[in-house]
Nanobody
Framework: QVRLVESGGDSVQSGGSLRLSCGVS????????MGWFRQVPGKLREGVAV???????NYADSVKGRFTISRDNAKNTLYLQMNSLRPEDTAMYYC????????????????????WGQGTQVTVSS
């Protein structure tokens, strides 16, 4: 059974950078799509960035050019490099995975991902 554990969340100033990590245990190579989602209290969870097993990526418009998702299969770790952080990036960030290939219009759908981490908090102050 695959388990996901996030780390790297912190409090930073606007314009700063953070790198989130998601350790994958169990059978990580069975996960076709992996991604980062975020959620603010009272709002729906939203997709931030996803990556497939071949390294192809998709990003939410709000983070394009600032965030980079990557996947180190040798280390069984998913990363999210976040630069030029803004106060509106403040959220709980979750790592998610699915063993299935997803159509492009489903890649940011929360319901498509069956395995989730516990989350790591990112707070950006102005």
């Amino acid at each position: 059974q695959v388990r996901l554990v996030e780390s790297g969340g912190d409090s930073v100033q606007s314009g700063g950078s953070l790198r989130l990590s998601c350790g994958v245990s169990g059978n990580p190579h069975s996960m076709y799509y992996m991604g980062w989602f975020r959620q603010v209290p009272g709002k729906l969870r939203e997709g931030v960035a996803v990556i497939d097993s071949d390294g192809y990526t998709n990003y939410a418009d709000s983070v394009k050019g600032r965030f980079t998702i990557s996947r180190d299969n040798a280390k069984n770790t998913l990363y999210l490099q976040m630069n030029s952080l803004r106060p509106e990036d403040t959220a709980m960030y979750y790592c998610a995975a699915t063993p299935f290939c997803l159509y492009s219009d489903h890649r940011f759908s929360e319901s498509e991902y069956k395995i989730w981490g516990q989350g790591t908090q990112v707070t950006v102050s102005s």
